[in-house]
């Protein structure tokens, strides 16, 4: 019995590494989650994040990133929005499936009564892939304001969707 062409190529495909093991060069996602500040002002918010990555060297990827985040009114407290936008270098410390990454980055936050704060961060925490491209993550990070301002830190659980 001879076996079709076809099925013998589809069932090699089938058998091909996922996605996320392959090596890829470069990726896009969208991130959402909710951050909050543990060490200095601000308050709990919901950002949605337009984020690219750049392998640059070994297990260090370029990132880049654009957040717009916001905030409901609460009693004795407005609404606020911002949008931040960073480039920074990644370090993964493990391949996938659970990566603890090292970064650090440097940008602004524009906020919704035109304030805009340049700032430099350096943070740490884990992503899981939960399925071939998505991802959650709990990430903790240093901000330090350049200008006016005192530092800052604050803690994000996310999750990430990969193009």
């Given at each position: 019995?001879?076996?079709?062409?076809?099925?013998?190529?589809?069932?090699?495909?089938?058998?091909?590494?996922?996605?996320?093991?392959?090596?890829?060069?470069?990726?896009?996602?969208?991130?959402?989650?909710?951050?909050?500040?543990?060490?200095?002002?601000?308050?709990?918010?919901?950002?949605?994040?337009?984020?690219?990555?750049?392998w640059?060297?070994?297990d260090?990827?370029?990132?880049?990133?654009?957040?717009?985040?916001?905030?409901?009114?609460t009693?004795?407290?407005?609404?606020?929005?911002?949008v931040?936008?960073?480039?920074g270098?990644?370090?993964?410390?493990?391949?996938?499936?659970?990566?603890?990454?090292?970064?650090?980055?440097a940008?602004?936050?524009?906020?919704?009564?035109?304030?805009?704060?340049?700032?430099?961060?350096?943070?740490?925490?884990?992503?899981?892939?939960?399925?071939?491209?998505?991802?959650?993550?709990?990430?903790?990070?240093?901000?330090?304001?350049?200008g006016?301002?005192?530092?800052s830190?604050?803690?994000?659980?996310?999750?990430?969707?990969?193009f």
């Open positions: 019995m001879r076996i079709p062409t076809w099925l013998l190529a589809a069932s090699l495909a089938a058998l091909s590494a996922p996605a996320r093991a392959q090596l890829a060069p470069s990726s896009l996602a969208v991130e959402s989650g909710a951050s909050a500040p543990i060490r200095g002002a601000g308050r709990a918010d919901a950002p949605i994040v337009l984020g690219a990555t750049r640059l060297e070994g260090v990827d370029a990132t880049f990133r654009l957040a717009f985040g916001s905030a409901p009114e009693a004795g407290r407005g609404a606020h929005r911002f931040l936008a960073s480039a270098a990644r370090w993964s410390l493990l391949p996938d499936p659970v990566r603890p990454q090292l970064s650090a980055e940008g602004f936050r524009r906020w919704s009564d035109g304030r805009l704060a340049p700032m430099l961060a350096a943070g740490a925490g884990v992503e899981v892939f939960v399925a071939r491209d998505l991802s959650l993550t709990a990430r903790g990070a240093a901000r330090i304001p350049l006016s301002g005192p530092p830190a604050d803690l994000t659980l996310g999750i990430a969707a990969y």
